[in-house]
């Protein structure tokens, strides 16, 4: 790695923030005072974004660190942060040469987005290194029912079998009725849906309970939903043994211990 533009006696550096939200968006920001393309990729001149001061160490610490900011660019908005588009986006900060940005860039730190705190027009963000991700246990504690979470690597299901696009027919508060649905809306309990269009394209809400063809969503969607706004839905999973032997025939992926004793053992006698 070639870094001599750092050794100059007047120094041209500049922060550079790439920003990849859980919905595919990627949005890129700089602290210099004007526009820079990089690799083709344009990063919006937004000097008001600091980051803190970042160590870099071989050590196993939790690189965390803070970046502070104004709500002074379109793409960064109150409503989005309310809408929780930025939860689990992720970030890389670099730093680059403004007066020659072809030159190669020192990567500092990258990570995801923790918590997110408002005061008044400005936020601050706390960065989870992948240090952080050290907390998690080594080996996985025992449980009745199953750890994997539907679809993911552990589970080994392809989502898309259990996937269905529709049109939202009518919408109250957190109940939404959608026509492709017909009387199969108790499959997609602890499920998900996702919108497609409209205000709240990109964002997903887990499904607490369904009947008939309307789903009850954990939360009320942040922006109005209107009648004919595509959604994509996705079943869910209780994570119980028989509905994964029963439901989806995957008992031999279920990752839980359905018949291990449990603290309650002692009281499962005749005549508890």
């Known amino acids: 790695m070639s870094l001599d533009w750092l ?25 210099h005072d004007r526009d820079l393309v990089i690799d083709a990729f344009r990063y919006r001149a937004v000097p008001g974004m600091v980051p803190s001061t970042i160590a870099l160490s071989d050590s196993l610490e939790v690189d965390n660190v803070e970046i502070a900011g104004v709500m002074s660019n379109a793409a960064i908005t109150e409503a989005d942060l309310e809408a929780r588009r930025w939860d689990g986006a992720r970030l890389y900060i670099s730093l680059v040469d403004w007066d020659q940005p072809e030159a190669e860039a020192l990567p500092l730190i990258c990570g995801e987005f923790g918590e997110i705190s408002r005061s008044g027009d400005r936020f601050t963000v706390e960065m989870l290194g992948a240090a952080s991700f050290l907390d998690e246990p080594v080996a996985p504690v025992t449980s009745p ?17 259990f996937q269905m696009e529709g049109a939202v027919v009518s919408a109250s508060g957190e109940e939404i009725a959608i026509a492709a649905l017909a009387d199969s809306a108790a499959d997609y309990i602890f499920g998900s849906l996702r919108f497609l269009d409209g205000p709240n394209c990109g964002l997903s809400h887990a499904i607490v309970d369904g009947q008939d063809n309307k789903v009850r969503l954990a939360d009320p969607p942040a922006g109005p939903v209107a009648e004919g706004t595509r959604v994509m839905l996705t079943q869910g999973c209780n994570k119980n043994f028989a ?8 008992a031999v992926n279920f990752r839980g211990e359905p018949y291990l004793p449990g603290n309650d053992l002692l009281t499962r006698y005749p005549g508890a």
């Open 7 to 31: 050794d100059r006696a007047v120094t041209s550096s500049a922060y550079l923030w790439r920003l990849e939200r859980a919905d595919g968006v990627a949005l890129g920001f700089t602290s």
């Open 243 to 250: 509905t994964c032997r029963d439901r989806f025939a995957n």
């Open 145 to 161: 029912t199953c750890r994997a979470e539907f679809g993911d690597r552990q589970c080994k299901l392809g989502l898309h079998r």
